[in-house]
């Protein structure tokens, strides 16, 4: 099976993030994983990285629900960088919320490619994953 080089989790729930990093690691699809408590570090990192894209991830696990800017103001400033960004970054919303209104509003984002309520398993992301390669 094909892997990806970075994937990337931006979620302030720390039980979580260690869940789904033992997943990644555990599944081997992935060389490196990068973790953002929040949308404004990893907006920081997204403009750090702007044209050197061998640092930037092939797929990012999005929470919604976060502290200083959240998953939906990341994606609102992450579409503004997407034209100056020369790499397919593939987005998953991954929450706990069941809020058919959470639904709705990422399927009115079209860099989003799927919505999946938590906990992510190791099927998921390896399907995730082959989503990517394929």
Known sequence: MKK???ACVIDDDDIYTFTVKKIIDNSQ?????L???????????FNEYLH?????????????NMPVLDGWQF?????KLSPLINKRIVVYIVSSSIDQADFNK???YEQISDFI?????????????????A
């Open 52 to 64: 050197q894209t061998t640092h930037l991830p092939d797929l990012i696990l999005l929470d919604i």
């Open 106 to 108: 990422a399927k009115g």
């Open 117 to 133: 309520v938590k906990p992510v398993t190791a099927a998921m992301f390896r399907k995730m994953v082959e989503d990517i390669a």
């Open 4 to 6: 990806i080089d970075i």
């Open 29 to 33: 699809l992935a060389e490196k994983t």
């Open 75 to 79: 994606m609102d400033e992450f579409i």
């Open 35 to 45: 973790f953002f408590p929040n949308g404004k570090l990893a907006l920081d990192f």
